[in-house]
Nanobody
Framework: QVQLVESGGGLVQAGDSLRLSCAAS????????MGWFRQAPGKEREFVAA????????NSVDSVKGRFTISRDNAKNTVYLQMNSLKPGDTTVYYC?????????????????WGQGTQVTVSS
């Protein structure tokens, strides 16, 4: 499995931007499709965005389309989530995950490696 470490979370105001990073190690990063999920206390972990192993394909949930962008740098073994126009409803813990190469999976079972999460808090 690949090991994943997220960073970049923090406290911001509504309308601000943040960029989350997820650094991978242990296996060949470019063999994995990557995803971002988020989970609020007491709720299911939900899909946010996914990117194929080459970066040529992406997918995201409707609630973040036009605001969040997923990207990756295979030379740096890192996947990013650029979050713009943040809203209080985006407040939660964000997780990156590694999974199937090109499926742009939206379900948790499609990913077999997870990071520890990074907290994003958006104040109104």
């Amino acid at each position: 499995q690949v090991q994943l470490v997220e960073s970049g979370g923090g406290l911001v105001q509504a309308g601000d931007s943040l960029r989350l990073s997820c650094a991978a190690s242990g296996r060949t990063f470019s063999n994995y499709g990557m995803g971002w999920f988020r989970q609020a206390p007491g709720k299911e972990r939900e899909f946010v965005a996914a990117i194929s192993r080459s970066g040529g394909g992406t997918n995201s949930v409707d609630s973040v389309k036009g605001r969040f962008t997923i990207s990756r740098d295979n030379a740096k073994n890192t996947v990013y989530l650029q979050m713009n126009s943040l809203k209080p409803g985006d407040t939660t813990v964000y997780y990156c995950a590694a999974g199937r190469p090109d499926e742009l999976g939206t379900a948790r079972y499609e990913y077999n490696s997870w990071g520890q999460g990074t907290q994003v808090t958006v104040s109104s």
